[in-house]
């Protein structure tokens, strides 16, 4: 429970649905992230919550900031940031905007096919440039593989070819998938990672940096480790596969940064059923899928959910969904939900750890529905 997002709720009374971010928890989180891990440096995934508030927070503390777009690289620059500090972190990016960043002073870019390296060769000469390479994403709540990375062998033949096309091989990233709750997840690309540094040095390409991503998690419905315990098994990692020759190395936490900071507050639209033998409540928020509880999908993420007021204790499953007119907008069917017997319209509800991937997710104005407002405090 936080008391000042409590107090604030109280006495502001903001509309809801609105998302309140305390800056404290996210001061804390850095600290404990840097303490975690002393040798890596921080680089903060701006699409968890790009809140200017955040962002010149963390720049004044020292991190450095992951982006996916020119927009996401401006929104660092506007926040007091210079560029030294930023990398392009996305492997899918317009030629013009390699570009533009570029212009901006980014010197520091990601890839994953010869395609994009071509690109950035092109309009970022003499860039550093790090390959991503696959992880298959098990133990993350929302995992991220597919997508992103090749192979270690097109890998090696990528960061090989890098040398002769005017950008410089830096080093290769991986992410273990988002809300990654196995520690052992980090060894096994660290692994990898180890058997590649060692193949490109034989072949005369010595890479100077481990890019270990995000992953770090939030406390939702069930404890997860806490960063000390990330630090540690991830430190042991880079200890037995590059003994005293440990790279440098970059964190890319999103979640792990903001998630614990906010607090959605939201009304209840409507309690129902949908016949008199009906052993389930629907119970439907002025909040969902579209307005910014998107990783609700496949129930993927599971907030805690706190009824307001002076309730009955006895409570009952209920299927939680969203207002809008499309039926994909469910909250949770599957996953157990209970609320109190006597929850009505106009009762209020708070959403916990909701300070990662909300308002980003938020959509502009699905069914007439505003954006997810948001306060930092
Ligand atoms: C989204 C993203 C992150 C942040 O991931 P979290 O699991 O939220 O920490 C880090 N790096 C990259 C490249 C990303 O796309």
């Known amino acids: 429970m936080n008391e000042k997002i409590a107090r604030f709720f109280e006495e502001r009374r903001p509309q809801t649905p609105c998302l309140v971010v305390d800056l404290d928890v996210v001061e804390q989180n850095y600290h404990a992230l840097a303490d975690a891990l002393p040798d890596a440096r921080i680089y903060y995934a701006v699409k968890a919550n790009p809140a200017p508030e955040i962002l010149s927070l963390l720049s004044r503390l020292g991190s450095a900031f992951d982006t996916a777009s020119v927009p996401e690289i401006q929104m660092v620059l506007d926040a007091g940031c210079t560029a030294d500090r930023i990398s392009y972190g996305n492997t899918i990016k317009k030629e013009s905007d390699i570009r533009r960043a570029f212009e901006l002073g980014v010197r520091l870019f990601a890839f994953d096919s010869v395609e ?11 860039a550093r440039v790090f390959c991503r390479i696959l992880t298959s994403g098990e133990g993350a709540e929302w995992p991220l593989s597919r997508k992103f990375g090749c192979d270690l062998k097109m890998a090696r033949e990528l960061l090989l070819k890098a040398k002769a096309m005017n950008v410089e091989p ?3 990233s991986f992410h273990v998938g988002s809300q990654q709750k196995d520690l052992m997840q980090w060894d096994l690309a660290i692994h990898q990672v180890a ?8 072949l005369g390409v010595d890479l100077g940096m481990i890019n270990l991503g995000g992953g770090f998690p939030t406390r939702y419905r069930s404890d997860v480790p806490e960063s000390a315990a ?6 042991d990692s880079l200890r037995r596969h590059f003994g005293n020759h440990i790279p440098e190395t970059i964190v890319e936490p999103g979640r792990g940064m903001v998630g614990n900071a906010g607090i959605i507050e939201s009304e209840v639209v409507l309690v129902s059923r949908k016949s008199a033998a009906d052993a389930k409540r629907w119970v439907y928020l002025d909040i969902g899928k579209f307005s910014g509880l998107a990783e609700t999908m496949d129930e993927a993420i599971q907030y805690p959910i706190e009824v307001l007021g002076e309730t009955e204790t006895e409570t009952e499953a209920v299927v939680l969904a969203g207002p809008t007119c499309d039926s994909a907008d469910v909250l949770y069917e599957k996953a157990e939900y209970k609320l109190p017997l006597d929850l009505k319209a106009g009762d209020r509800v708070r959403i916990h750890a909701t300070g990662a991937y909300t308002t980003t997710y938020s959509a502009v104005c ?3 529905f505003a954006p997810l407002q948001q306060y930092c405090i």
């Open 116 to 126: 994009e390296l071509e690109k950035i060769s092109r309009a970022a000469p003499g």
């Open 170 to 172: 830096w080093g290769v």
């Open 195 to 202: 058997m590649l540094f060692r193949e490109l040095e034989v």
């Open 230 to 235: 990330y630090g540690q098994a991830i430190f």
């Open 366 to 368: 699905f069914n007439g």
